[in-house]
């Protein structure tokens, strides 16, 4: 084997070695279940934790310029425009870059920044964020923008000024395989963990794990069967917020 040859098996080597490094986890919390079946001999251990994530993207922003505050429309096809900036939109990360959810619901990709979508009479929250690679959200201010609209005749939401959670991951009735990490990733809207003394639990089933920063949690060690996701933002003495979105559920499914 030649010197070149040699030098770029060493390196593909280092490379294999640097991809299969797993990442440090953080705030783990190990939870022990028996799940009181007849045919289960032992009891399972799920395991909540989060990685240190960086934003790369933390300049990019999106504005939207359709709807307006508190429009009104009629029901039918509703114009949606956006602005990207700092952000290669054009580019084509993989998967979907600009999502959005209305009214808490699972989050569509679009791959323009231009767009329609049939809608019925109703009162609507819309939630639009750009995403990273792993489709993860991105959470600096400018990334995301919400906004309230309206579809035929209708009233508004009732004044809130609390913050509210949306859910970009996982999606109602997304399938995992067993021993498949879930990752529980979400924005939180119109606060401040800190300054408002915030804090968020995410349940799954009978399970729970309480964190004070907004970062994606990943779930391991689910048993094969359909589970309950949800996330709730309360205040850290434990006092319940009275907004319409303050909480979220899936379902999920293990194989």
């Known amino acids: 084997m030649n010197k070149s040859l040699s030098l770029m098996f060493v390196l593909l080597v280092f490379l294999a070695a640097s991809c299969g490094t797993s990442r440090e986890k953080q705030g783990e919390l190990v939870v022990s279940t028996d799940l009181l079946d007849s045919l289960v001999e032992s009891a399972s251990e799920v395991r909540f934790y989060f990685y240190e994530e960086k ?124 021993g498949e990490e879930v990752t529980v990733d979400f924005l939180l809207l119109g606060g401040d963990m800190t300054k408002d003394r915030l804090k968020l639990i995410l349940e799954v089933d009978t399970m729970s794990y309480t964190m004070e920063e907004v970062s994606p949690v990943r779930v391991s060690g689910l048993s094969p069967g359909e589970y309950s996701i949800g996330l709730r933002l309360v205040k850290k003495d434990g006092k319940e917020l009275d907004g319409p979105f303050s909480s979220v559920r899936r379902r999920i499914t293990v194989e």
């Open 55 to 178: 934003n790369e993207y933390p300049d990019a922003i999106v504005e939207m310029y359709s709807p307006l505050g508190n429009q009104k429309f009629r029901p039918g096809k509703i114009p949606f425009e956006f602005n990207i900036k700092n952000y290669p939109f054009a580019g084509g990360l993989s998967g979907f870059q600009l999502k959005m959810s209305l009214n808490g619901n699972d989050p569509v990709g679009y791959n323009s920044p231009i767009f329609q979508k049939e809608l019925k009479e109703g009162t609507y929250r819309a939630v639009a964020y750009l995403v990273d690679e792993e489709g993860l959200s991105l959470k600096e201010f400018g990334n995301y923008v919400d906004r309230d609209f309206m579809v035929g005749e209708t009233r508004g939401f009732p004044y809130q000024a609390e913050p509210y959670v949306m859910m970009n991951l996982p999606h109602n009735g997304q399938i995992y395989a067993q």
